[in-house]
T-cell receptor
């Protein structure tokens, strides 16, 4: 069974440019997460979807970040415009359970963003 | 917003030794405590998890010890191997809420 697939794996852009990351969760997983992982830190939640509904986006910087999960399957995370401080790894995870404390999160390999 | 504090930041252990990583939390509403393992260039993967109704859980060489009164839990890796070299994250979550991760411990097991 395929795991969580993310693309691109690496992206280098100039500041003020837009960037988008794509995630395809494990088939049948209704809950999808986007996490931000800064170097040497643990993942921090940006947004959680249950099916196509964003149920927790309180940590998403909405002035420049946006996300969507059309049809409740794959998802896109966009940054526009990117800033130097956005350089990080963006992790996507999925789960077959609703609620983070009910089961395992399956992570993709992440998209590493470098903003110059 | 570190709700879970993890130590040490890095750890070097000889092959065959015991690796111990500690975590502390403040929110007594947390009721699920997993440990995730992350290799370079990969996403975190669940290693072992515990709920506060038990004080210890063992899976192979990996054991979680949980102290509810002290609000602390730890990961013990017995007979540590070079292949265990990775970054380990503790985490905690509560009902209808999301996972809060510690800052991570970079473990190096020397042959």
């Amino acid at each position: 069974e395929a795991g969580v697939v993310q693309s691109p794996r690496y992206k280098i852009i100039e500041k003020k440019q837009p960037v988008a990351f794509w995630c395809n969760p494990i088939s049948g997983h209704n809950t999808l997460y986007w996490y931000l992982q800064n170097l040497g830190q643990g993942p921090e939640l940006l947004i959680r979807y249950e099916n196509e509904e964003a149920v927790d986006d309180s940590q998403l910087p909405k002035d420049r970040f946006s996300a969507e999960r059309l049809k409740g399957v794959d998802s896109t995370l966009k940054i526009q415009p990117a800033e130097l401080g956005d350089s990080a790894v963006y992790l996507c995870a999925s789960s077959s359970q609703t609620g983070a404390n009910t089961g395992e999160l399956f992570f993709g390999e992440g998209s590493r963003l470098t903003v110059l | 917003q570190q709700q879970v504090k993890q130590s040490p930041q890095s750890l070097i252990v000889q092959k065959g030794g015991i690796s111990i990583i500690n975590c502390a939390y403040e929110n007594t509403a947390f009721d699920y405590f997993p440990w995730y393992q992350q290799f370079p260039g990969k996403g975190p993967a669940l290693l072992i998890a515990i709920r506060p109704d038990v004080s210890e859980k063992k899976e192979g060489r990996f054991t979680i010890s949980f102290n509810k009164s002290a609000k602390q839990f730890s990961l013990h890796i017995m007979d540590s191997q070079p292949g265990d070299s990775a970054t380990y994250f503790c985490a905690a979550s509560k009902p209808i809420d999301d996972m809060r991760f510690g800052a991570g411990t970079r473990l190096t097991v020397k042959p």
